[in-house]
C-alpha cells in the first residue's frame, strides 16, 4: 500500500489542534496539588501553563494531538494525507510541523509569525498509566475562518474535523465552513467527537453538525452516549439506528460497533495479553479505519484494520504505529 | 537521603554541554545517506542540522548530555547540585532549564539573550538499540571563561567538568579556571572523559589536566585506553598504577575498576536478564559513584551506588534513575 494508489489526491485532510505533548510521571498528591480531576482534560491560559510546567519534574516533548496522531497514522499506512492547524514559527511549532512532513503529510498553513506560542498539552503520568492532561491552546486558538480556503482545504477525499475544533473562538464557523467545501467537491466529512467533556460543552453544536453535513461520526462510547445523552450504550443504538450517518464507535476491551444506515457491525477486539499503554488506540483505530475506507474497502475489512492498528498502539508506549501493521491483512 | 546532609552546601557542580536530545528511529539505510559512522559522534553545524533534522522521521525532545544527566541523577539521590552550561532563551532553553531546575538544580547561567540555539544532539535510533549522534553545539560553543567566576562556581564539594568542552574555544581555559578556583577553596576536580574521539581530539590536553589539577578521572574502558594510547586495559592498568589520581574505570558487563594510590578494586557488574537500553549506564554510575564520594562512604560503597544506578538505568528506555534506586543499601 503505498501512495500511488491515491492517484496524487489528498484522501484525508486533518484539522485540528496542533498541539505539542510535554510529558511527565507524577507522584499521587501531584493532581490535588493543582486541583486537578483525575483523567480529564482542563483547558489552562498561559499563565496557568507556566505555573504547572514549573511544578513538573523532568518532562519528554513530543507532537501530539488526537486527530493529528490519526493523520499521522494515516499517512504511516501510505495514504495521502495534509493537514490544517496553526502552530508558531517558534521550536514547538518547528517539532510539530517536523514530525508531521517527516511522514509525508502536506501542512497547508504557515506557522504564524505573531500571537500565541505554539499550544502544548501538559500530559501527566501515574504510575498505573493514567493520564491527566492540562493544555494551553495558545495559537490553536488563533485558527480562523480565513485559514480555511479553496487553496489550504483542496479537495479531499475526506475531511476529519476535531471536536476540540470548537473550542477555538471561530471553530464551529471554520469547521462549517470545510465541510461545505468538501462536501460540494463530492468529499466526505468526518467529526471526531474528542473527549465527553467536549461534547458536553458543545453538545447542540455536534448534534447540529451531525444531522446536518458530517458524514462519519467517529467516537467512543462515552462520547456518543454523552451526545445523545443516554444512559447507556444500547439506548446509543437506538438514536443511532434512525440517523443516515456512518457511526465508527470504539469500545475499549468490547471492540468497536459500525453503524450505517441498515448496516450494523459488531467487531470484537483483539486479545492482548500485554496492554503496556491505551493511550492513542482510538487515534490508531480512527487512522485505520479511514484508510481502509478511503481505499474502498468493505465495513468489516476497514473495522479490521482499525482494530489492528489499536491493537498495535496499546502494546507499545507511546502513540505511533507502525508501517507494516497492515502487511498480513488481506 | 536528602538535601539537609549536605548542610546547604554545593555537593556537586557541573560544567558541560547543555543539550537537547532529539531522538529518533531510523532505518538500515539513513547512516549510509547521512555519511556518519555508526555509534559515533560527530559535531555538526546548523546547517548541517537542519539538513539531518529534515530527513529523520518524527521525533521525541527531552533535555540531556552527559555530565547534565550526571548532574541530574546526584541530584534524584537527594545531592545538593548546581550546574554551569549555556543555552539561549529559546524553547528548547526552557526545556532544558526546566528539566534541571524540578530536580532542584541550581542553574547558574541566565539564558542568552542571543547568540546562537540552544545545542541539540540528534540521537539516530536502530532497531537493535545502536545509537548514532549528531551533535549541533549551538549556544554550548558560547560558553566562556568570563562565565566561569566566584559567584558562578562557589565553593563545590566537587567540580565535574564534561570532556566534551575541551571541543569549545574557551573550554580548556575555563575548566583550567574552574578546577583552580574549586581546589583554592578545598573541593575536588573530577574529569569525565566523554568518548574515546573526544579523547583523540584532545589528549594532550587531559593527560596535562589529569597530571596538575584532576584528582577524579571518569572514564570507561575504551576512553581511559584512549588517554594512556594503551593497546588493553591491562596495559591502563600498569600507567594508572604509578598515579596519585582517583580512577573511576567502568567497563560495561565487565563491572568497573577504581584504582586510588595503593587501592585496588574491582567491582562486579550485576546479573541483568533483560538489558533494554544502555544509553546513560555510565553517567547513572558517576551519579551514584559521586553522590557517594559526597557522604564519604568508602570506595566500595560508592562503587556498590554507582553500580545499582547503571543497574536501573540499562532496565529501562531513558537515562533516569529513582530516587529509591539506592533504598536497601547500607
Known sequence: MNNTESGGRTELLGISNAIVDVLAHIDETFLEKIGAVRGSMTLIDEARAREIYAMMGPA??????????????????GGNAAYIGKVRDD??????NHDMRSLGIDIRLPRATDGAATA?????????????????????????????????????????????????AEGPALASHAMQMVRANGGQVALSLSDSFCVDRHRSAFVDAVRNGVDIVIADEDEVNALFETQDFSATLDVVDTMDNLFVMT????????????????????????????????????????????RRYSLEDCARMGTRCATQVIQRVGARIDASVLDDLG
Do not use: W
Request: net charge negative; charged share 20%; aromatic share 8%.
Open 91 to 96: 521550536q514547538l511549532g518547528e517539532i510539530f
Open 60 to 77: 519528554t516533548e513530543m507532537s501530539g494531538g488526537s486527530v493529528a496522531n490519526s493523520v499521522a497514522g494515516f499517512a504511516i499506512l
Open 251 to 294: 469500545r475499549g476491551a468490547k471492540g468497536s460497533v459500525i453503524v450505517h444506515g441498515e448496516e450494523k457491525l459488531v467487531y470484537p477486539a483483539d486479545t492482548v495479553d500485554d496492554v503496556v499503554d491505551t493511550t492513542g488506540a482510538g487515534d490508531a483505530y480512527c487512522a485505520g479505519f479511514l484508510f481502509g475506507l478511503s
Open 120 to 168: 502544548r498539552s501538559h500530559i501527566l503520568i501515574e504510575d498505573d498509566g493514567q493520564r491527566t492532561m492540562q493544555t494551553y491552546l495558545g495559537a490553536c486558538t488563533e485558527l480562523k475562518l480565513d485559514d480555511v480556503t479553496e487553496a489550504t482545504v483542496g479537495t479531499p477525499g475526506i475531511v476529519l474535523i476535531e471536536g476540540y475544533v470548537y473550542d477555538i
